[in-house]
């Protein structure tokens, strides 16, 4: 039987821009590519989040004693995870103007114990974020980024990899030569987990007898950074791709980067709040960690940091109350941002057409994600989608709707489902992206600036 005809053909976004849109939509590409170039890691993501807002006169909002509208204010969440919050004319309780994104991606962690040396050469040992293919990750260049704590309270920051004039570190493959037995392995065995060593030196230090590469590598560690290896005990270092985001096709309508899932929808949310300086109810840009791995733990969103947030919003208001925290987050409305899988010529046969996200078709919605049955979804309701299109159809913004592949062929989820939790409305909303979870994802430019003007537009219009 021939594959089912595709969903009625919409125009591609590309088609419908002046002058004027096509010089925004590459100057927000420019800031985009910036942005994810630059971090690289859930703590730089924050950091960057509360600079830029800052600068757009965001206040921190535990230094704040009164709130009233118009106030920016921001709650950052032990610097992995930011609120921030435009305040409305409206009651709080009334409810508020969500987009959510995350702002952890797959990677390499360094273990607590990572530094070992083997043959006269210097290792750090790691353990994989977040679900990736393994074999992905060897013969690339591999940047270090990251936090050491520590005793005497201070924290030290590490970048290795990313200047031109950085080394950088990676993950040796077997050459094809010797490789018959691995290439009988099934693709998530061909590279084990425990395999995933990073090579970082092999010139011993003069003098050391025992381990002298290591004792190198110590050395530089010190003079450069001044911490001892007890103190990677306290450290967060993150091993991720090494390299700036670039323009893709020879047409640069494309963007390739890491960590693209989910920091494009970060960028855009974080950008479409920002280019609000009044609303009725209150806008909220939400980025959290730990996506990836189930939104556990306190920087996550199953962590209770927003609601609190939004308790010490009341307060400073002077209108704080259990009821009025409950209505408040009841009363509010959502676009979970988060990305989608783009559509692959090459691999056609995992995606239902009628159902699927293409580049250039704009922001895509996907009403539920889950796996198999449903399983682990949230399921918008209709009457809240018919809100979001006539929203989006009244600024001419262009999108399409998805499931994550055919029916049992895999799944995914988001955080749309534990803000359901507190009977908020919700859906998924998002850039189409290409390789996802890969170190180096592909994404439409066409489709982030939708993703902006459609983020725009809901904070305007709900």
Not at 149 to 161: E, F, H, Q, R, S
Not at 182 to 211: R, T, W
Not at 362 to 375: A, L, M
């Amino acid at each position: 039987m021939e594959d089912k005809k595709q969903k009625k053909e919409s125009k591609n976004a590309w088609l419908k821009y002046d002058s004027t849109q096509l010089e925004e939509l590459n100057t927000l590409n420019e800031e985009y590519k910036n942005f994810i170039s630059s971090c690289k890691t859930e703590r730089e993501c924050v950091t960057e989040a509360i600079a830029k807002a800052e600068a757009q006169g965001y206040q921190d909002l535990r230094k704040v004693k009164e709130v009233k509208a118009g106030d920016k204010l921001y709650y950052n969440n032990m610097g992995k995870a930011v609120a921030l919050f435009l305040v409305g004319t409206k009651p709080l309780e009334e409810g508020m103007k969500l987009l959510g994104a995350h702002i952890d991606s797959p990677r390499l962690d360094l273990k607590q114990v990572p530094l070992y040396e083997d043959t006269e050469m210097a290792l750090l040992d790691t353990h994989y974020y977040g679900g990736i293919k393994k074999y992905q990750w060897v013969t690339l260049p591999l940047a270090i980024h990251g936090v050491v704590a520590k005793k005497d309270g201070t924290n030290v920051c590490v970048v290795i990899g990313e200047e031109d004039t950085d080394p950088v570190v990676g993950i040796t493959d077997l050459l094809v030569h010797l490789s018959g037995d691995q290439m009988e392995k099934k693709a998530h065995k061909v590279i084990e987990g425990e395999d995933l060593n990073i090579l970082i030196g092999s010139i011993p230090l003069k003098g050391e007898e025992k381990e002298a590469v290591k004792a190198n590598i110590l050395k530089l560690l010190k003079e450069k950074y001044d911490f001892e290896e007890e103190d990677f005990l306290s450290a967060e270092l993150e091993v991720v791709p090494a390299g700036r985001a670039r323009d893709f096709g020879l047409d640069r309508s494309m963007v390739i980067g890491y960590g693209q899932d989910d920091r494009v929808c970060a960028f855009t949310s974080m950008k479409a709040l920002f280019s609000k300086q009044e609303v009725d109810r209150t806008a909220v840009c939400l980025l959290v960690d730990k996506e990836e791995v189930g939104s556990i733990g306190a920087t996550g969103m199953h962590s209770k940091f927003f609601e609190n947030a939004v308790a010490e919003l009341l307060d400073r208001m002077g209108e704080y109350s259990e009821l009025k925290i409950r209505r408040a987050l009841e009363n509010s409305v959502m676009l979970s941002s988060d990305v989608s899988a783009a559509y692959d010529p090459n691999y056609p046969s995992v995606n239902e057409k009628k159902n699927t996200a293409y580049f250039g078709k704009g922001i895509v919605f996907n009403k539920y994600t889950g796996s198999r049955g449903k399983g682990g979804c949230n399921d918008a309701n209709a009457e809240y989608i018919a809100k979001l299109r006539g929203a989006l159809e009244k600024h001419s913004v262009s999108f399409q709707t998805s499931e994550l592949g055919k029916v049992d062929q895999g799944g995914g989820g988001t955080i749309a489902y534990i803000m359901a939790q507190y009977n908020m409305q919700v859906i998924d909303s998002g850039v189409a992206v290409l390789s996802m979870h890969a170190p180096w994802e592909i994404t439409s430019k066409s489709d982030i600036y939708e993703a902006f003007c459609g983020y725009r537009a809901f904070l305007g219009e709900l």
